[in-house]
């Protein structure tokens, strides 16, 4: 934030390489719709710079529009066949279109490409943690840190395969690790600070924040929607448990958890 300010004076305001550092900025403080916003209305200025659509690609993802993040990232494809952040977001794309195959292949590639992708590999955990193979998903994870200690999307998926097994003592290192290393607003960000009171057993609060997040985002997030119903079950608010298993039943496959 402090560099921002610092360049906004120094360049004018409609440089498209400082309106995507800003739309990103918009988005880690919480305002998805803003950064979206931002990015299409500078999109078309950016189409020549690899770099800068791959970022752009990164926030449409963030930000929940799989669909732009997948067709952003195509445009660098045409142009750069060969780069592997390209992969590696339409990997994560599809996993959030449930397009499972698809983002296990799309990951892989990103890695053939360049075998120190940490993005693809945490595509990668998240496939393996949804099949329950959490030894596969924690191996792959620690090897990520092995490789770059800071990464914080190591640390946050790192954590939710420890929370998704009930390791919350592990798991909590992990959150704290990336709250340190990541201060943002983000639907993930959200969604580990709800665990993070579930942790404490400040199930109410936990519930709360879950509650929040899932008005918020429109649509059934399924993370989201498993941890509330721990929390009320911890809570014994057996009416809103049974209305949530109502809606979670079209989804009751997507984690293998305890």
Do not use: W
């Not at 298993?245 to 079209?250: D, G, L």
């Amino acid at each position: 934030e402090a560099y921002l300010r610092e360049a906004q004076g120094k360049l004018p305001s409609n440089d498209p390489e400082m309106r995507i550092y800003k739309a990103y900025h918009i988005l880690l403080k919480g305002d998805a719709h803003g950064a979206t916003a931002e990015v299409r209305s500078g999109e078309k200025k950016c189409e020549k710079d690899p770099a800068l659509m791959l970022l752009i690609a990164e926030i449409f993802m963030t930000a929940g529009s799989y669909g732009e993040a997948n067709a952003s990232a195509r445009k660098v494809e045409r142009f750069c066949p060969e780069n592997d952040g390209v992969f590696a977001v339409l990997a994560h794309s599809f996993y959030a279109q449930e397009e499972y195959d698809s983002a296990g292949d799309a990951a892989r590639h990103a890695i053939e490409i360049n075998p120190l992708n940490a993005y693809a590999k945490t595509v990668l955990m998240k496939l393996a943690t949804r099949d329950g193979s959490y030894s596969i998903a924690e191996g792959i994870g620690v090897q990520i840190l092995a490789d770059c200690p800071e990464y914080s999307l190591a640390h946050a998926n790192l954590g939710d395969v420890y929370f998704n097994q009930g390791r919350y003592e592990v798991a909590g290192v992990e959150y704290e690790q990336t709250e340190q290393l990541m201060n943002a607003e983000t639907k993930g960000t959200r969604l580990r600070k709800a665990r993070m009171q579930f942790i404490k057993e400040d199930y109410k609060s936990a519930a709360n924040l879950l509650e929040e997040l899932i008005e918020s985002q429109h649509t059934y997030y399924d993370d989201a929607m498993c941890d509330l119903l721990l929390c009320y079950d911890k809570l014994g608010e057996e009416e809103k448990k049974e209305d949530l298993m109502e809606k979670m039943q079209m989804r009751r496959s997507f984690y293998h958890r305890p």
